[in-house]
């Protein structure tokens, strides 16, 4: 099989980090992104030098591109006949129109957390669930908290066993550059129980999951505590030793001066890394607690790029390019330099 | 047995709601405050026309009180000399100093969550421990946190029985007003497990806890999510009713417009509560979840103001002004008007 | 004459303020507010006991207010029947709506700064063009940052002559307790100039007026930096002296430990003024500075407080209850216990 | 001449884009930073497998250096003998205790804005003062604030003559990442004049200037407001001619999506800058207003970066490389890659 030919459906935040994330990716091949509008993320690709190749969806007002002096290779159609696979960040609901055309074209495509569950055949996870979503044409990826807490979850499920989780998500409520979403000096409770942890039921239906969560005024990543409720006693030294091994999961210390989500992007962009962005999760040392058969412990979210490695995974599955779970997700970590500092 | 005479040494945050609570005891007389500068809090005293006398403790500058006209009734040790008991809500560290006097003077005292332990004699909270109070000298209050959370937990435990609680803390950084603390687009967490936990124990110590706490930019009403692991199963429905019997719990519901901490700020202000204070934790019917035999719900701090009950409750008890909790307590809210509105 | 009639159309955020400004003038009798929906505002009057009467407007579902044993007085059209004046705080462009009603019924009506100014014959500041309200019907207030800012522009402008002013607002982005609206870690930039200053212009035509308005993530006061071109030079001191003998102007300093619009609030909270209002602008002693003949000056708008003198001008002016500028807001200002401090 | 050898003392928030921004001089050759602890940006230094070598300062514990595994290439004293000329970013203070060393070692040495002025032989700004700097051995950066507004102020002198400058700084309260520093929900005012003006002047002499800082919650990026008064009229579009035509300004339009600070940076980000940053200042099409001979704008400063070119810069000077602030700053710029888009 030659490289797998990708798009990339909505260049907003996520779009843009998939695209960039494929790019990486050495058996695959990134035909380009389809957006409408030139947003700043556009411009930003313009003033970059046209990495990736631009389509435009319908709706779009090209004269506004060609005003720009951006360079348009063609329409979504267009696109959509050089493609194995889309996968789809397009906004909410968007993508389930889009399925339509897909179908239409028997062009594979994944979906990001904000179309409904029915849109796919699989709700997936890389390391939770990777072998149901082999050979299958739609897959959908669990939220950016979803995917996060799953990590942690199938880690020291995998490991111990466990039958029981209790969370609590303190969200961050907008993206660094949202000015159509914000809070000022308050916190915000939603409806329990959270979405996450009904999603964390979906995909590891053997755990009783329930949640709590609350929106808080920050922008860089979440961070949910999270109470796990082993088979057996779990103590504070092995979960430890699990979360140490796990690739996409940084264990940080606040003597390191990890102190909050602030210190992971500041570390995140004093790296180096493209947008500051970063594909582990954190998970302090510090906050893991025993409690009886109960581990409890704090993971931090960066939200804007957590589900870009499951995301990969996921058409690693769909091609079947690997396996099993371990095969598929060390390939995505190699390509996408997961897991190197440990 | 006449009024109690009160003074209150340190006229900060918590120390003008003490004087502001103690003036509404009719069986307790407000002698004065006590404090070292003229702050805000003292500017405002006084062009509110002085409702309470002053009193200056050692290391003040009574010229400074005499260029703003501020009337000054005497000093620290002369307000001593007329008071039966201090509620000592001065600068952490400064309380354990003033024990010494009250010690040589004969003098009761109630000290804040701020002092050590060792400063006295009971860790109290009118719910949880009130006739370990009883005829007792020296008494520390349980912080904001650990005041409203153990209202939940034993309102909970005396009904049902609770094994264990796993909490997390959603803490508000900084008071309105606060210039030298604060915290910008940041959540910042705190070594596990919290001190709230470890003191609910003290307090209550046939539960289990264990907790984390993470700091948010926010100045009103800390948010707590519990979970709390019954003798046995505990329904919504049950958990919601025996909140809703407690003067102290104010239980509220998204759909009236209780959004998150920031509606509940507002609408004590609405209430015409002077600064907008409340006494009872918030808690939302909407966040009450089962899992198992736990039952998980959020609750809401108004820290300023929430531990200002209990430490009524704490005069009660040392002067065994009521010999109950459930005497004490009505006695605290008949005056403060608690509960009225249920 | 008898006492005025006065009823609220809105009991938001301004309408609360204004029934409770107009319960204070012993020449006014408050008939009643008028709303749509039980709101937490609702819901607080009615746990205070109603102590106005409480109408519904067209629209309004009874049944939910009687669920909730919330006394209804009548419809908005039983209000009108009994009121010579109506303040309409209503949401922006219901007013106009309203206007209709106010006509047939030969009511006089005042109306808030979201309106727009075609609604009223007269644009109306107290202290800036009093004598143009004089008995007219239809009267619109500046909105809250125009109606801080003209008090400290007028004020230089009678003592000095002002020829020209260049302001930049630095606007808190919600109301305490707001969640419909936000900002999270930014500045948003407003298209110049604002209307602040074109609104400027329009109540004091002889002065030139430009200016800038971001947007900046906190809830309690407006900050805005004046820069006024004086006819002649104006010194601080000057300055400072005008400043302190307008009533609604108070002068703090930083030393006293006014740092910003927190303390402020702060202080307005300690002072025991109902939700922690404040009348007055502050203004800041430390930020005078003068450049040529320019003097630049900083100035706090409590934003949810500051109409409501000027509100109740309106109402004197209306039906000229006194003839003058200085009598109308002397007078306003007694009931109010306005500039008492001084 | 070689190569330029340049070491950069402290690596901190300015130290590492110093760092980096010297790496890209092709006529220069950075030999390496000095710091004192295993920071973060350390850390993130030897995970990025040490791009420069690390030398240590006095009082650095060197195992805690091998505890982590990070190559120590020699003490301070090594760097010092192998270098030209040091860009000292130390904390507040270090520098002028550095200077000692410098002078001891003939080397020469440009100092952040956070030292005091006696350090340094020449106060500089690349485009205002460059041939002030010519074959100097101690020059001080102007502060980024100052840097940026000195930008777009020399830009409007060099072309039309400004007699006078008032202006609002609306500043970021912390940097992303600080847990040290922060504010929530107040906006906090400092005496008058702020030191940015102050320094101006002293910059440009010819100009009197002033203003008032007020600190805002937010972490990306200072927005500045100048009223400037012309020698005579200066329209907008002359202005905004100007500042197009300035290499290290970047205009925006609210229109195009720029809408405040967080824009610029989700900007920058998108572009693939590392950390995200900027060397432009933003200016706002849409701020431009005219009043009289004023003219009024907003700027945005990004407060990490801005003052890396201005500092290259001063090397140029220092050494002579080129002789003109033209040939200066446009070797600068060229490097850096600055001003391309344009």
Not at 128 to 154: H, P, W
Not at 163 to 177: F, H, L, Q, S, Y
Not at 270 to 285: A, F, I, K, Q, T
């Amino acid at each position: 099989m030659g490289k797998i030919k990708v798009g990339v459906a909505g260049y907003g935040t996520i779009g843009q980090r998939l695209a960039d994330g494929v790019a990486k990716q050495q058996d695959m091949e990134l035909i380009g992104v389809a957006d409408l509008a030139p947003t700043l993320a556009i411009r930003a690709l313009k003033e970059k030098g046209m990495p990736y190749d631009l389509y435009l969806v319908d709706g779009a007002d090209k004269s506004k591109f060609d005003e720009l002096n951006i360079p348009v290779a063609g329409t979504f159609m267009d696109m959509l006949d050089k493609v194995d696979i889309v996968l789809d960040s397009s906004p909410g609901g968007i993508g389930a129109k889009n399925k339509e055309i897909y179908l239409k074209k028997g062009i594979k495509a994944i979906f990001q957390g904000g179309e409904s569950n029915s849109v796919a055949d699989v709700f997936f996870h890389g390391y939770a669930n990777y072998e149901k979503g082999l050979n299958q044409d739609y897959l959908k990826l669990t939220s950016c908290n979803t995917t996060g807490l799953i990590r942690t979850v199938d880690c020291l499920d995998r490991e111990f066993g466990i039958e029981k989780v209790a969370i609590t998500i303190i969200r961050r409520v907008a993206d660094p550059g949202d000015y159509h979403r914000g809070l000022t000096n308050a916190l915000q409770i939603d409806k329990a129980p959270s979405h996450q942890a009904v999603d964390l039921m979906t995909i590891m239906p053997h755990i009783d999951a329930t949640g709590i969560l609350v929106h808080t005024p920050v922008t860089h990543g979440h961070i949910i505590t999270v109470v796990a409720t082993g088979k057996n006693k779990i103590t504070k030294q092995q979960a430890l030793d699990a979360f140490q091994k796990h690739p996409r999961i940084r264990v940080v210390r606040l003597a390191d001066g990890f102190l909050g989500n602030a210190s992971l992007f500041k570390y995140a962009r004093d790296l180096g890394n493209p947008r500051g962005d970063m594909y582990e999760v954190g998970l302090w040392e510090d906050s893991i607690v025993e409690s009886g058969n109960d581990i409890m412990y704090a993971i931090n979210i960066p939200q804007e790029s957590v589900t870009i490695p499951e995301t990969i995974d996921a058409i690693r599955a769909a091609f079947a390019l690997q396996g099993t779970r371990e095969e598929g997700t060390a390939k995505t970590n190699e390509y996408l330099n997961i897991g190197k500092f440990k």
